[in-house]
């Protein structure tokens, strides 16, 4: 009898968040490994179904980098990245749409169907979903990589409306119609602000934010604007973990209540930040920034 009681004071637990969270956007940037074990993606997937059957509203914009590199090395093609990009001619462009709009996108739309959930695989090219220019890195040329530099939500919005889950693939157009890979990060950060999403989240392989990288227990629990700043400014981060508080620096900016950086290797991660009272991973919200500070 006592495993029932538990299993109801969970639930009793997570009803104040279903209440909250009820008809509100989520954003959630699927990557790591929680794309590559089958155990993990399942646990995702079925986190992702159940806020859609309590009344939330998920978008998933996934990567899928590891996709695209075995693929190209498959085809014979060589992969180079330059801090951290993907250096990507035509050929690998065209390689990286069919990957992530094709194989990847329409892999997650099957998890989802499968649960009883209607979803539907689109790009950022869909209905000018993200409107992009050439990203600059100095003086190199890292080809066909795509900068954000406007949002169009309409189709978004409309698909939600209609009671489906919006799976989106990094791939944006700009003016000239020409095609551009997108950091499927920043695609995520862009995105939740345009269509003024209570959560964002991003599904990493690292616990969270560590005050120290060589110790777990220093997990930042919650963040602000001004702590991202300096933490970056004081280079207490690293690697890929900048460009990725600068994006949930900016979608704070940008209006999004809270994001979240979580473990996707841990089992059901999205349901225990989200739900429970302790939460796992690093929340980001807002307060006092230094306007001053550049990051």
Do not use: W
Not at 22 to 51: F, P, Q, R, T
Not at 113 to 137: F, R, T
Not at 212 to 233: A, G, P, V
């Amino acid at each position: 009898m006592e495993k029932y009681i538990s299993k109801a004071k969970v639930l009793i637990e997570a009803l104040p968040y279903f209440k909250a969270f009820n008809d509100k956007i989520v954003v959630i940037k699927y990557g790591g490994s929680a794309m590559i074990d089958d155990h993990l993606k399942s646990a995702v997937l079925e986190d992702i179904v159940l806020m859609r059957y309590i009344g939330m509203k998920p978008v998933i914009v996934h990567g899928g980098g590891k996709e695209i590199s075995t693929t190209l090395e498959r085809l014979g093609k060589k992969t180079d990245f330059i801090q951290g990009y993907r250096v990507t001619d035509e050929e690998t462009m065209e390689i990286a749409e069919m990957v992530l709009s094709g194989k990847v996108g329409k892999n997650i739309v099957r998890h989802l169907h499968v649960h009883g959930v209607n979803a539907v695989g689109i790009s950022g090219k869909d209905g000018g979903i993200l409107k992009c220019c050439k990203k600059s890195i100095g003086d190199i040329d890292v080809g066909l990589v795509g900068e954000v530099t406007d949002v169009n939500p309409k189709l978004i919005m409309t698909l939600l409306e209609d009671g489906f889950i919006p799976v989106i693939s990094p791939i944006g157009i700009n003016k000239e119609g020409e095609t551009f890979n997108v950091n499927a990060d920043q695609a995520a950060s862009s995105i939740a602000g345009a269509v003024n999403a209570e959560k964002l989240v991003f599904l990493t392989d690292v616990p969270g934010v560590l005050g120290d990288k060589n110790d777990l227990s220093s997990l930042m629990s919650t963040l602000s604007l001004r702590e991202i700043q300096l933490l970056i400014k004081e280079k207490q981060v690293e690697g890929g973990m900048i460009p990725k508080l600068q994006c949930c620096y900016q979608a704070v900016i940008d209006g999004v209540k809270k994001v979240h950086i979580l473990d996707g290797r841990v089992e059901h991660s999205l349901l225990l930040e989200m739900f429970t009272n302790d939460g796992i991973g690093t929340m980001v919200e807002g307060g006092e920034q230094d306007e001053k500070m550049v990051i």
